[in-house]
């Protein structure tokens, strides 16, 4: 089994750096749209008004977020032209190149908000991934337990745990905070578990108040 990659502990730090000179229109996340997401039809696999869909068969995974965010397909994208694109340079660049590495290895989709870095107090990113690996299959409960004992590793503080149903599936969904480079990181990851894999999808920002975002993108992840 391929080495997991559950935390973004490196990747979401190092994302603030990569994501600093994308182009995008800022975004205040106060603002997103808060829709359930399900449209006229009465489909509840549909994806939420001012919000667009992002993965697809070979990252294991879709999941919606707010259209003003920028999506990067790490199956598909060019990740050293992203890197150029950047702006970055010298040792940021190789910095940003190696954390996201475990990413491209794991066919992940990565995506951030562009105006995340002005209301930051710390001009960090607010940023997704998700991707899917394969596993045996296991609970919701299990998953909780597991990945709670790998965030005690971050010195992590998980605040809330629950089980909600995602895409038909009994997912598991943990909230915590911790310290990484003198930013007090705030995430929310859910984990799906299914026949022969286990999907994940961890969100990451310094800023209070994005936890009604957090949920709303996280009961929009499905599993084609």
């Given at each position: 089994?391929?080495?997991?990659?559950?935390?973004?502990?490196?990747t979401?730090?190092?994302?603030?750096?990569?994501?600093?000179?994308?182009?995008?229109d800022p975004a205040d996340l106060a603002n997103a749209p808060t829709v359930s997401p399900k449209?006229?039809?009465g489909r509840?696999?549909?994806?939420?008004?001012?919000?667009?869909?992002?993965?697809?068969?070979?990252?294991?995974?879709?999941?919606?977020?707010?259209?003003?965010?920028?999506?990067?397909?790490?199956?598909?994208?060019?990740?050293?032209?992203?890197?150029?694109?950047?702006?970055l340079t010298g040792r940021a660049l190789e910095q940003a190149r190696q954390s996201l590495q475990p990413l491209v290895i794991n066919k992940a989709v990565w995506a951030f908000d562009p105006g995340s870095r002005q209301t930051s107090p710390s001009k960090f990113t607010t940023n997704l991934n998700?991707?899917?690996?394969?596993?045996?299959?296991?609970?919701?409960?299990?998953l909780i337990s597991a990945a709670g004992k790998e965030l005690e590793q971050l010195n992590a503080k998980v605040t809330q745990t629950s089980t909600p149903q995602i895409s038909g599936i009994k997912a598991a969904r943990l909230?915590?905070?911790?310290?990484?480079g003198g930013l007090q990181i705030k995430g929310t990851q859910f984990y799906l578990p299914a026949p022969g894999k286990t999907c994940t999808l961890t969100l990451s920002t310094d800023q209070d108040g994005k936890q009604r975002l957090f949920d709303q993108i996280g009961e929009t992840t499905r599993l084609p």
């Amino acid at each position: 089994m391929r080495k997991r990659y559950p935390i973004v502990t490196s990747t979401g730090v190092v994302a603030l750096a990569l994501t600093a000179s994308c182009a995008g229109d800022p975004a205040d996340l106060a603002n997103a749209p808060t829709v359930s997401p399900k449209t006229a039809t009465g489909r509840d696999d549909a994806t939420p008004e001012g919000f667009k869909r992002i993965g697809g068969p070979a990252n294991g995974l879709t999941v919606a977020l707010p259209r003003s965010w920028i999506a990067l397909d790490l199956t598909r994208d060019d990740l050293e032209g992203g890197l150029k694109r950047s702006g970055l340079t010298g040792r940021a660049l190789e910095q940003a190149r190696q954390s996201l590495q475990p990413l491209v290895i794991n066919k992940a989709v990565w995506a951030f908000d562009p105006g995340s870095r002005q209301t930051s107090p710390s001009k960090f990113t607010t940023n997704l991934n998700g991707y899917c690996q394969p596993s045996a299959t296991t609970s919701a409960q299990e998953l909780i337990s597991a990945a709670g004992k790998e965030l005690e590793q971050l010195n992590a503080k998980v605040t809330q745990t629950s089980t909600p149903q995602i895409s038909g599936i009994k997912a598991a969904r943990l909230v915590y905070s911790f310290p990484a480079g003198g930013l007090q990181i705030k995430g929310t990851q859910f984990y799906l578990p299914a026949p022969g894999k286990t999907c994940t999808l961890t969100l990451s920002t310094d800023q209070d108040g994005k936890q009604r975002l957090f949920d709303q993108i996280g009961e929009t992840t499905r599993l084609p």
